[in-house]
């Protein structure tokens, strides 16, 4: 069983950064990936940005250009570096281990991030 912890949330003011770290129990091998996701009040769950055990990223074009998603050399933390954040990023921001070949998703608690303005 995987488990995830996210860490790094807070209040922040509009054009500010904040840093998410999520610590799997495992490390990120090649073929699987880690993602984080975030869910706004009333809204679905939407996919922010994803690494892969090779190292490839992905952004969605809401965050892309602001979000950086990037992995420690233990392969065990991966990091969402957020910067120029809008008040329409606020949320609750999950981190998700993905063992592809088993199909299987480890989730995280959860951290809310909040964006004044």
């Known amino acids: 069983q995987v488990q995830v912890v996210e860490s790094g949330g807070g209040l922040v003011q509009a054009g500010g950064s904040l840093r998410l770290s999520c610590t799997a129990t495992?490390?990120?091998?090649?073929?699987?990936?880690m993602a984080w996701y975030r869910q706004a009040p009333g809204k679905q769950r939407e996919l922010v940005a994803t690494?892969?055990?090779?190292?490839?990223?992905s952004s969605s074009d809401s965050v892309k250009g602001r979000f950086t998603i990037s992995r420690d050399n233990t392969r065990k933390t991966v990091y969402l570096q957020m910067n120029t954040l809008k008040t329409e990023d606020t949320a609750v921001y999950y981190c998700?281990?993905?063992?592809?070949?088993?199909?299987?998703?480890?989730w995280g608690q959860g951290t809310q991030v909040t964006v004044s303005s």
């Open positions: 998700a281990y993905r063992d592809l070949p088993r199909k299987k998703d480890y």
């Open positions: 690494i892969t055990g090779d190292g490839l990223t």
């Open positions: 495992v490390m990120l091998f090649s073929g699987n990936a």
